[in-house]
């Protein structure tokens, strides 16, 4: 090879590696710059969180529910009642059988049998949240 062509190779070579360096700078400083933006971000969202925290308390506060629901019209009760309900779980007769298969979607009695089966449902929620 010829002192020119080495020459030529060399000044190539060291076009490369610095294009290289450059392009791995310019990634660099765009990742910290999107970065620093993210964090920026994420600062100011904690801050409007904090706002809305304190927005929430602000409208939960007993005094002001109280005020609210005078303006709504609500009065307290005179007195207070309270229902103890014991959970008894589905008589089978209203479980569908090989006799007593369930009922036609549009007949009364499906639908009685599934309000009773939706109402069974929400009454051992109500009892599972209500005993633990």
């Keep these: 090879m010829k002192t020119a062509e080495i020459a030529l190779l060399a000044l190539i070579l060291a076009s490369l590696i610095g ?6 700078n310019s990634w660099m400083v765009s990742t910290v710059s999107r ?3 993210l964090e920026k971000e994420k ?10 925290l304190t927005q929430i ?5 007993p005094s ?4 609210r629901a005078k303006e709504l019209g609500f ?25 007593a298969p369930m009922a036609e979607k549009g007949d009364l009695r499906h639908r009685l049998r599934e309000l ?16 633990q």
């Design 116 to 131: 009773f089966l939706r109402f069974s449902l929400k009454l051992r929620e109500f009892h599972r949240r209500t005993m």
């Design 75 to 99: 009065v307290p009760p005179e007195r207070t009642e309270y229902v103890i309900v014991h959970y008894r779980p589905a008589p089978p007769s209203l479980l569908p059988t090989e006799e």
């Design 35 to 37: 970065i620093q933006e």
């Design 57 to 61: 308390a602000e409208l939960e506060e």
């Design 19 to 24: 294009w290289l360096y450059l392009m791995q």
């Design 43 to 52: 600062a100011r969202l904690k801050r409007e969180n904090a706002q809305l």
């Design 64 to 67: 002001r529910l109280q005020a």
